[in-house]
């Protein structure tokens, strides 16, 4: 048991310090994304993942594919660059929405995490798995199997010299 809990921990550290790692290597806090929806359908799916490079703000053109974050979502968005404006910020759309969304009209560089390099297909369902329905469910009914946990122990505890 003891064994067990080390390696998951170990693997838990392992990973942060992979992303950490390629975050410094590629130039970027957010090196890896998994596509969360199906906005920008054909070019790559819910599910898919993706990888990022850090970009400066006179690197990027219109066409290019970033991933932003915006106060409106929990989550960053991964859109095409469609329009630079006057002011220097951007504006984007996903390939499969029919118009814009209010929040894509003013990007700044400062919210962007970096340039589409690479896409994996799939293997963002790993990442969506656990975040959409496994974590949830174990957030869900940890309560309860604390309640049950706590109940079994005290009648344990209470009636083990009894019988």
Known sequence: M??????VIAG?????LI???MGLALG??????AVQSNSMVPTFYKGDMLLLSGVGASDIRIGDIIVFSTEERNTPIVHRVI???EDGTLQTKGDANAGQLDFETKIT?????GKVMY?????????IGLSEYALPFLVNNVVWVSVIVIV????????RGTV
Request: no cysteine; aromatic share 16%.
């Open 83 to 85: 329009r630079v404006n």
């Open 152 to 159: 079994g122990l005290i009648i344990y505890y209470k009636f």
């Open 28 to 33: 970027t806090d957010l090196p890896i994304v």
């Open 12 to 16: 838990v550290l392992l990973a942060f």
């Open 119 to 127: 896409i994996i297909p799939y293997v963002g369902w790993v990442k």
């Open 2 to 7: 003891t064994s067990t809990v080390i390696y």
């Open 19 to 21: 992303n950490a790692g």
């Open 109 to 113: 560089h400062e919210s962007i995490h």
